[in-house]
């Protein structure tokens, strides 16, 4: 049986960015720059150096391998990473048929389900309303009330786990994930103290399971209303754009997704409301380049830092 020293040594650096590539990371994310991280969603905190083992520091995550990277961005444990990692990257633990750096194309993944969790979560969800932290958290951000044919969920007390230790249960915005076929894939989780203020202790945004083999996931945060959409990164982002300018708009969760959203077909207009940092205006730049011709554009950045603080007039 492969361990993970023989498998760096298979793969070494190239093989695990085409690994990490074929499980669905971005290659926005691959870099060895500052920038966002794919696993707890930070602006500039996450760097790929790669030095032959998959290789990453980010400020909150921490540093380590491509099996620590792929068990945070997908929460798994090192066996199933492990497993997902020698699929990907064709490798046997019988050296008589090992195939090593002979990657899998991504669509011959098999494509990611919603949990048992996932599911659950959505079926106790309750209204904002009925969720006093999760509607004090909202109205700390201006966003209480929300804008009409917001869709946003909350629930009383959800699981967090971390590194396969159970942390607690908290109140928590709950927002499923749905693909370019309006499929549920999975939900966004946004944990929460009893007070209304974002956890601190750790990273307080998560997808609770992967997107493999979807397209276009994206969280449809708000009824459609004639044909016009919005698309901001983040959820918050999407509602403060709603409330500022009056256009149902949606989330794409992270730069990674905006850049890769496909409108629905009954709609003839799309605004990006794109946050003013290099990975929002990167990532909103790739998505209006890439849907030339298939709709009409426009890309909207606010005169301050995000759409949020442009809500509550901070400069």
Known sequence: MLDARAIHSKLGAEGWREVLLAHGIAETFLRDKHGPCPACGGKDRFRFDNKGRGTFICSRCGAGDGFKLLMLVADLSFGDARRRVMDLGGLEDSERTAAPNRIIAPEQEKRSEPTRRVLTLLRESCQIADCEPARLYLDGRGLWPLPPGAL???????EYWHERQRVGRFPSLVTPIRDIDGELVTVHVTYLTP?????????????LSA???HEGCVAPIMELAGNTLGIAEGIETAL?????????????VNAALLGKFEPPPQVGKLIIFAD????????????MERLQEKVRLEIRTPRVKDWNDALRGIS
Do not use: C, Q
Not at 240 to 252: D, F
Not at 276 to 287: F, I, K, N, Q, T
């Open 195 to 207: 007070g209304g203020r974002k956890l601190d202790t750790h990273e307080p945004r998560k997808l």
């Open 211 to 213: 997107l493999v083999g």
């Open 240 to 252: 403060s754009a709603a409330k500022l300018t009056g256009t149902p708009t949606w989330a794409a």
């Open 276 to 287: 003013r940092d290099v990975a929002g205006l990167e990532a909103a730049s790739a998505l």
């Open 152 to 158: 946003l969920r909350a629930h009383s007390s959800v």
